[in-house]
């Protein structure tokens, strides 16, 4: 059984950037496409971005293109979101998933989901 532990998220200013991990651990995240979701409260589960199993092909949310970096070290068993510029409208729970054979925005195709971290960008 996979378990994802999300990581890093915290408060910042606009303009500030943060760094997010997603560690496994009872498996290997080798084969697996991941993501990258958010959420705020009494809204859907939004995609942020994805990545293959080896980083061939990636694929981000159209507001966080030029500001946000999604990677992925399967030797570690962890992956990254590098945010950077954080505006406002970024702020939610932050959602790691894996699973898809192919990568999709749709979050239902994703098996495995950590709990969340928080990240809270200020005006």
């Known amino acids: 059984q996979v378990q994802l532990l999300e990581s890093g998220g915290g408060s910042v200013q606009a303009g500030g950037s943060l760094r997010l991990s997603c560690a496994a651990s009872g498996g290997t995240l080798s084969s697996y496409v991941m993501a990258w979701f958010r959420q705020t409260p009494g809204t859907v589960r939004e995609f942020v971005a994805g990545?293959?199993?080896?980083?061939?092909?990636?694929r981000y949310t159209e507001s966080v293109k030029g500001r946000f970096t999604i990677s992925r070290d399967n030797a570690k068993n962890t992956m990254y979101l590098q945010m950077n510029s954080l505006r406002p409208g970024d702020t939610a729970v932050y959602y790691c998933?894996?699973?898809?054979?192919?990568?999709?925005?749709?979050?239902?195709?994703?098996?495995?989901w950590g709990q969340g971290t928080q990240v809270t960008v200020s005006s």
């Open positions: 990545i293959s199993w080896n980083g061939g092909q990636i």
């Open positions: 998933a894996a699973g898809p054979e192919i990568l999709t925005s749709n979050r239902k195709q994703y098996d495995y």
